[in-house]
């Protein structure tokens, strides 16, 4: 079982930058892939980003591509996401991920995760 807590969400203006932790526990950490996705109200959960168990391979949904970035730190069991250049439009629930398999190095569907947080709220202002 796989344990996931994200923190560093905020409120922020247009234009702004928030950093997003995800601390893992209960399982040894390299061993996962970990996914950022989130949700904005009325809408459903979508992609965002994604990185390889090692971190040698990253992919982005489109729209955020160039304005987020993930990584890890495997030595602290944590995902990162940095959203930089924030718009209105990035206002979501933001969730982390894991993905405990092997046939997938960055897996970008919500069913491809076993394991998720609780979500932490960014909004964007304008």
């Known amino acids: 079982q796989v344990q996931l807590v994200e923190s560093g969400g905020g409120l922020v203006q247009a234009g702004d930058s928030l950093t997003l932790s995800c601390k893992a526990s209960?399982?040894?950490?390299?061993?996962?892939?970990m996914g950022w996705f989130r949700q904005a109200p009325g809408k459903e959960r979508e992609f965002v980003a994604v990185?390889?168990?090692?971190?040698?391979?990253?992919y982005y949904k489109r729209s955020v591509k160039g304005r987020f970035t993930i990584s890890r730190d495997n030595a602290k069991n944590t995902v990162y996401l940095q959203l930089n250049s924030l718009e209105p439009e990035d206002t979501a629930v933001y969730y982390c991920?894991?993905?405990?398999?092997?046939?997938?190095?960055?897996?970008?569907?919500?069913?491809?995760?076993?394991?998720w947080g609780q979500g932490t709220q960014v909004t964007v202002s304008s």
């Open positions: 209960g399982r040894t950490f390299s061993s996962l892939a």
């Open positions: 990185i390889s168990k090692s971190g040698d391979s990253t």
């Open positions: 991920a894991a993905y405990s398999g092997i046939m997938i190095p960055t897996p970008s569907s919500i069913s491809d995760y076993d394991y």
